[in-house]
């Protein structure tokens, strides 16, 4: 049984972040499979009847995925020898990534008191929000590219309307002959709402706790550029930029000047003028 955790990405072994997750779609995107997370894990102690060396059966795993045609979320059993795990390179910062993951507590008052009212997301997000997808054409004997977002699959920002326990938790959870985890599932299910645009309405479904990371905007930080904006006013901010012919000498802050602010899905993009670079 691979190491597979709750939690974690995973998705078909054609993925193109199989190979790379900087890698684009190059072909038709609309046969790229879904990025899903890991909801349930099922390990196997039975063998395989029709194995002559007491073949081990493989496990399964739970995956769930945002479907962006009927903007609700789809989970399917896959054998593990079917997929294969997704590295989430927007988690590179080690401090950033340990910060996420919060402990949980086991008590469901707490956990509503954590949670109710807080906006979430799909741990999948991420790493959905950064596909892209390139074409090509010719113009005699050069070739020019164009590359785009691709956008299928992204989960929305939910907000947590209530917090229950999994009644199906304990069922079949341990093998009753020695003890050891048999299923391994979430304690704790976010009951979340969210604008559903292929009905024009509200949806709402029960997500466990496990599969999804809080969205946090810093609204004081925002407030403080917005009036940047409007005053026309230069921030100050960390890069280091060297003099040319002068190895022990350095600039170590620059000046730049906020011209929008950007918000993809649950990260915010500041978009903003070096004012000495003119970039």
């Given at each position: ?164 326990e999994n009644s199906k938790f304990l069922k079949d959870r341990r093998d009753p002959k ?102």
């Amino acid at each position: 049984m691979s190491n597979f955790q709750i939690g974690d990405l995973i998705s078909l072994k054609n993925h193109p972040y199989s190979l790379n997750q900087k890698t684009k779609i190059g072909a038709n995107a609309l046969m790229t499979p879904p990025i899903m997370v890991v909801t349930e894990i099922l390990k196997q102690n039975k063998f395989n009847p029709d194995s002559e060396n007491e073949e081990k059966l493989l496990g399964q795993v739970l995956g769930t995925f945002y479907n962006s045609k009927n903007c609700n979320y789809e989970k399917f059993w896959f054998n593990i020898d079917e997929i294969t795990p997704i590295t989430n390179a927007e988690k590179e910062n080690i401090e950033e990534d340990i910060a996420g993951k919060k402990t949980v507590s086991t008590e469901l008052t707490a956990v509503k008191n954590e949670y109710k009212g807080k906006q979430v997301i799909l741990n999948t997000a991420d790493a959905e929000l950064g596909k892209k997808k390139i074409s090509w054409s010719e113009e005699g004997d050069k070739e020019k590219f164009r590359t785009e977002s691709y956008m299928d699959f992204l989960p929305p920002v939910m907000t947590v309307i209530d917090v229950v326990e999994n009644s199906k938790f304990l069922k079949d959870r341990r093998d009753p002959k020695d003890g050891t985890l048999k299923k391994d599932s979430c304690k704790f299910l976010l009951k979340c709402k969210w604008f559903n645009p292929s009905k024009q309405s509200f949806s709402e479904d029960f997500i466990p706790i496990n599969i999804v990371e809080e969205v946090i905007f810093d609204q004081e930080k925002i407030d403080i550029i917005q009036l940047g904006m409007s005053g026309s006013k230069l921030f100050k901010i960390p890069k280091i930029t060297p003099f040319e012919g002068h190895t022990k000498s350095q600039i170590n802050n620059t000046l730049v000047e906020i011209i929008n602010i950007i918000l993809l899905n649950h990260k915010i993009r500041i978009v903003y003028s070096d004012y000495f670079s003119k970039k």
